[in-house]
């Protein structure tokens, strides 16, 4: 008997009695990480990383019946073995092993394989049978080094200092916004939205070391944030707040920017290629370093992927789930600075 199901409502282990990820309510979630489309509220009990713990917390409420366990820790659920692995997509992402008579599979979530200097790095992990993403499942994509990004970025906002427009990053609120704040905050004060600051807050209460930023709030003036980096997630990116800064310069920070057409995507001043997914090269090394003999592709380019891995021949299967959008910003995000 296989150890994992696609379900109706998530991946299901049977022998454990228990779903990795469900998109709707169940028993027990042993959850990969903190985006809304990986963990939904509703279920009876959570289990977790530790850092994940805080992130689930401040979005789904304080009250959440949330376990966790650490990197590396076995437990044992209805006779399968469960334990949680550095994923390298946010802080405490995680990828799920289950092992049950001998047969062990991984379930990854979103991975990135190159050390972000703030995720615990990816880890490998030999198994059976893993399930991956494909967000950027084609050849185009292929990162450059995170320094060579961050250097672009540094010197995009010293330009528009120098033009006297605000620097306004668009990205989100769990994951490139914690990248940012820890590469950029030597450069000069870092302004974010509560979402965001919200977020840090309960990391640096467990224990994540993040550089200070400023909580955007209405007293702070335009002039002020013109001296600064402002952050904010892309809900805002089209709102009347952004309309209302001084000579703004926004610049959307995602994998999507790849693609030199996307840097016109909402007419963003500029795009950087600055993603927390695995690039092509990256999503095969890590599938070839599991030795896994069954993969199953989920959220991405599905197809295309799927048909990659088997030609190279590696037994590949497509699987649909609901999986795909990193985070879901509530209308809460919108209206927080309605009045700023």
Same mark, same amino acid.
């Given at each position: 008997m296989a150890i994992i199901e696609f379900t109706s409502k998530g991946i299901y282990c049977p022998q454990g009695?228990?779903?990795? /990820?469900?998109?709707?309510?169940?028993?027990?979630?042993?959850?990969?990480? +903190?985006?809304? /489309?990986?963990?939904k509220w509703g279920n009876k009990a959570y289990l977790c990383h530790d850092l994940t713990k805080p992130i689930l917390k401040q979005r789904l409420g304080i009250d959440l019946p949330v *376990?966790?366990?650490?990197y590396g820790k076995p437990i044992v659920i209805n006779g399968v073995k469960v334990s949680l692995h550095p994923a390298g997509h946010v802080i405490g992402s995680a990828q799920i092993r289950l092992e049950y008579k001998g047969e062990i599979c991984v379930i990854s979530g979103d991975y990135k394989v190159e050390y972000d200097g703030i995720s615990t790095a990816f880890e490998p992990v030999r198994c059976h049978s893993f399930v991956s993403e494909s967000t950027f499942g084609l050849p185009i994509y292929k990162w450059q080094p995170q320094q060579e990004i961050f250097k672009e970025i540094s010197n995009w906002i010293s330009d528009n200092h120098d033009q006297q427009k605000t620097s306004v990053l668009i990205a989100y609120s769990l994951g490139k916004a914690?990248?940012?704040i820890k590469n950029l905050s030597?450069?000069?004060?870092?302004?974010?939205?509560?979402?965001? $600051?919200?977020?840090? %807050?309960?990391?640096?209460?467990a224990g994540v070391d993040l550089p200070q930023t400023i909580r955007i709030t209405p007293e702070i003036k335009k002039e002020t944030l013109?001296?600064?980096?402002?952050?904010?997630?892309? $809900?805002?990116?089209?709102?009347?707040? @952004?309309?209302?800064?001084?000579?703004?310069?926004?610049?959307?920070?995602? +994998?999507?920017m790849q693609v030199r057409a996307g840097r016109r995507w909402r007419s963003a001043d500029a795009g950087f290629a600055l993603s927390d997914h695995a690039d092509w090269p990256g999503l095969l090394q890590a599938i070839h370093d599991t030795g896994a003999e069954k993969v199953y592709v989920t959220h991405g380019f599905v197809s295309p992927f799927t048909k990659y891995l088997n030609e190279i021949?590696?037994? $590949?299967? *497509? @699987?649909?789930?609901?999986?795909? %959008? %990193? *985070? *879901? %910003?509530t209308a809460e995000t919108v209206t927080n600075l309605k009045e700023a």
């Open positions: 009695r228990f779903y990795i /990820d469900p998109w709707q309510p169940v028993d027990l979630a042993v959850t990969t990480h +903190g985006h809304a /489309d990986h963990v *376990e966790t366990l650490p914690q990248r940012l030597a450069q000069c004060p870092i302004y974010v939205h509560s979402s965001i $600051a919200n977020l840090n %807050e309960g990391l640096i209460k013109q001296q600064g980096i402002v952050i904010v997630p892309p $809900a805002l990116a089209d709102g009347k707040w @952004m309309k209302s800064l001084q000579s703004a310069a926004t610049g959307i920070c995602s +994998g999507w021949g590696i037994t $590949a299967s *497509e @699987m649909q789930t609901r999986y795909g %959008e %990193e *985070e *879901e %910003e």
